[in-house]
């Protein structure tokens, strides 16, 4: 039972090591995420720099009369 318990402690500290490689990678991850997300917001910023993209509304019924759909 103990040669079990120590190869079982080996085991788990192997499994914690890879967990904590997965949460250094995820967290690699987000920062990539973020920074993507930053800079598609300031492309869309630059293509309308006033920062309105439209006054569209989903199923606006005014205008999908007006525009014949309804």
């Known amino acids: 039972m103990e040669m079990y318990q120590f190869f079982w402690m080996f085991e788990s500290h192997a499994q914690q090591r890879l967990s904590w490689q ?3 990678e995820m967290r690699i991850a ?6 993507q997300a930053s800079a598609q ?4 910023l ?3 720099p006033s920062g309105s993209l439209g006054s569209s509304r ?4 005014d205008i999908l009369i007006r525009s014949g759909l309804l």
Do not use: G, K, T, Y
């Not at 987000?30 to 920074?35: C, G, K």
């Open 30 to 35: 987000r920062i990539r995420a973020e920074a």
């Open 41 to 44: 917001l300031h492309a869309m």
């Open 22 to 24: 997965d949460a250094e």
């Open 58 to 61: 989903l199923n606006d019924e």
């Open 46 to 48: 630059d293509a309308n």
